[in-house]
């Protein structure tokens, strides 16, 4: 078998040991490796060595290692550190003696047979035994696992990997759950450089029907985010068939990671991708043409009657996105997004919310540190835990730069010295509205009500830019103050986050001009369409609805056109003037977008060929 590649990324399946115990018969490995490499191309196959107490079988391993070395195929090892993944995830208990001493021979094992492996994402600490209880003493959880974990990534694991073989090279892969990983133990401050390499779980599922409910646009951000944590480091993204009720949303999570330039793609797990595919996996807007091409996907595969056999597996949709993507992938340069902060170990109310953002069109760039040299910046309640980032916010206002906060962030400020640039109020009294006034006497309309805290200012010391009408009074949706040579922006975020979905297109644009300022593009579109920019003038707009809709892209004057990447279409845009009638330096365009689809463009420049 000679194995092909893609050209602008790589693509690992990860083994769980017990289909690794089953390669005992190298047939089941052979038969089943050939059939997935017809449906999608293979780089990689992580062959895992322990999970749940199961311990893999030395001579499976190294015959199956063997053989996929012999296609060409890199081979690298797994360790999962649970005692019963079907009890709540049971983990290891770090305090225990008897388990400290059996996860380094598991470790020391696994090194000996691989030159680098890596740790699927149950290094993290959920036990609340009586040794633990007595080790925490009067910590919190949170403080006591952090210190526990990372004490457990030097002792437990890599000082006994690198005994056991000097060479190698250990990843730990992070779930997807980022906002609370310090309440058990994942410490995203001091494990990163500790370990050679960090991995992200980009799995986001159903984002309705399952417990997380997370949204698409966090396969996309999550990786962003990890990064910046250990840039050059996160090598790569991973995605299970988990929760994904549809096909559609299978493949948009492994377009996402893309996007977001992750370097490889890991497909979790040998035994799970092996399902064959159901109709009834087609989602109801599938007969509309989508960026999914079902049809297409399993075309050579139907039987004579329309069934499709075992052998059309959910492969066939991953080979699909991958096929789809890696067309224009290398056209695309470095992701930019608005600047957000998001401090090691913070978690707050606004837990998750900047993947509520990034589905409103706001490209978010995700990081651990204070954005010094970003122009506008965006932060949620999360940057409260910076105890100085009054200051940091003073300075940034104070050089010409913008900041957005959210009225999360606002509220948990208050008495810690925001009154140094704004008098505002915050209480625990709410506003129910549909209608939103922008500037004067433009009153535009939502679905349904929603439900947002109210806050109180000053007039003629701050200014509302969008107002929440509530029957004869009204209260901020975004709201402005002068500090120095620039302005604070407040956003106010509904009680509950969906909430911002149903918000007027008109009141989405309006919040998207001032929080994305800086790109040279942004995206005028209702909720749930996404907007994804890179440095080399190229772009991407998505649409996780389920109709065809229209948008208008708004975008510097210096470009002469925008060209789609895909079908080589063009549009001209017309010049955009304010209220008076004098210039923006912006122009705008009409696109549309079909149902869970994506466009790829550029933005061209006068004189310079198109894409």
């Known amino acids: 078998m000679t194995l ?93 003696p008897a388990q400290r001493q059996k996860l380094t021979e598991i470790v020391a094992y696994t090194a000996r047979l691989f030159d680098d492996f890596i740790l699927d994402d149950f290094f993290f600490t959920n036990c609340k035994c009586p040794l633990c209880i007595e080790a925490k003493g009067e910590r919190t959880w949170t403080q006591f696992r952090l210190e526990l974990m990372t004490e457990a990534t030097r002792k437990l694991i890599l000082e006994p990997a690198r005994a056991a073989n000097p060479n190698v090279k250990v990843t730990v892969k992070y779930p ?63 995605v299970d068939p988990g929760g994904s009720r549809y096909l559609d949303r299978y493949a948009e999570q492994f377009w996402l ?82 600047a957000a902060y998001k401090p090691f170990h913070s978690s707050s109310g606004e837990d998750f919310l900047h993947n509520y953002l990034g589905m409103l069109g706001i490209p978010i760039e995700m990081t651990p540190h204070f954005p010094i040299k970003a122009g506008t910046i965006l932060l949620t309640e999360a940057a409260s835990f910076d105890p100085d980032l009054i200051e940091k916010i003073k300075q940034r206002l104070l050089a010409g730069n913008p900041v957005v906060i959210t009225s999360g962030l606002l509220k948990a400020l208050q008495g810690r010295g925001i009154e140094q640039i704004v008098e505002l109020q915050t209480s625990d009294r709410k506003a129910t509205t549909k209608d939103f006034l922008i500037g004067w006497n433009r009153v535009y309309h939502a679905e349904r009500p929603i439900t947002v805290p109210r806050i109180g200012y000053l007039t003629n010391d701050s200014w509302e830019e969008i107002s929440c009408l509530v029957g004869v009074t009204g209260t901020p949706l975004l709201h402005s103050a002068q500090y120095g040579s620039s302005l604070l922006y407040i956003l106010t975020i509904p009680d509950s986050f969906d909430d911002l979905y149903v918000l007027p297109v008109e009141a989405l644009n309006r919040i998207k001009e001032v929080v994305a300022r800086d790109l040279f593009v942004r995206l005028e579109a209702p909720a749930q369409v996404a907007l994804f920019v890179y440095d080399n003038d190229a772009f991407i707009v998505e649409s996780f609805l389920n109709e065809s809709i229209e948008a208008r892209l708004v975008y510097d004057e210096r470009f002469a056109q925008i060209q789609d990447i895909l079908s ?44």
Not at 206 to 224: A, T
Not at 305 to 325: H, S
């Open 4 to 96: 092909s590649h893609y050209q602008n990324f790589a693509v690992a399946i990860y083994t769980r040991v017990y289909e690794v115990n089953k390669m005992s018969d190298l047939n089941y490995l052979k038969d089943n490796f050939a059939l997935i490499s017809r449906q999608m191309k293979v780089n990689r196959v992580y062959l895992e060595t322990h999970r749940d107490l199961v311990v893999a079988d030395e001579a499976t391993i190294r015959r199956a290692k063997e053989y996929l070395e012999g296609l060409g195929v890199k081979v690298s090892g797994g360790i999962t550190i649970t005692v019963n993944e079907r009890n709540r995830f049971q983990t290891y208990c770090y305090t225990d």
């Open 176 to 238: 997807n759950w980022y906002e609370h990983f310090q309440g058990l133990g994942f410490n995203l401050q001091t494990q990163p450089p500790l370990f050679d390499f960090i991995y992200t779980g980009n799995e986001t599922r159903d984002p309705v029907l399952s417990n997380q409910h997370l949204q698409p646009y966090e396969s996309y951000e999550i990786f962003r985010y990890f990064e910046n944590i250990k840039p050059g480091g996160n090598t790569g993204g991973w």
């Open 257 to 338: 990671t893309l996007f977001a330039k992750s370097p490889e793609v890991t497909l979790f797990d040998f035994g799970s991708i092996q399902r064959p595919i159901q109709l009834e996996q087609r989602a109801p807007w599938q007969g509309q043409q989508t960026s999914f091409d079902f049809d297409a996907a399993v075309a050579e595969y139907r039987q004579p009657d329309g069934t499709l056999p075992p052998t059309a597996r959910l492969t066939l949709a991953a080979g699909a996105a991958f096929e789809t993507v890696d067309a224009f992938l290398g056209k695309l340069g470095k992701p930019l997004g608005v």
């Open 568 to 611: 080589g279409e063009t549009f001209t845009g017309q010049e955009i003037l304010d209220w008076f009638g004098r210039k923006t330096g912006k122009q705008a365009c009409a696109i549309s977008i079909k149902p869970h689809s994506f466009r790829v463009f550029r933005a061209a420049l006068p004189g310079v060929p198109g894409a």
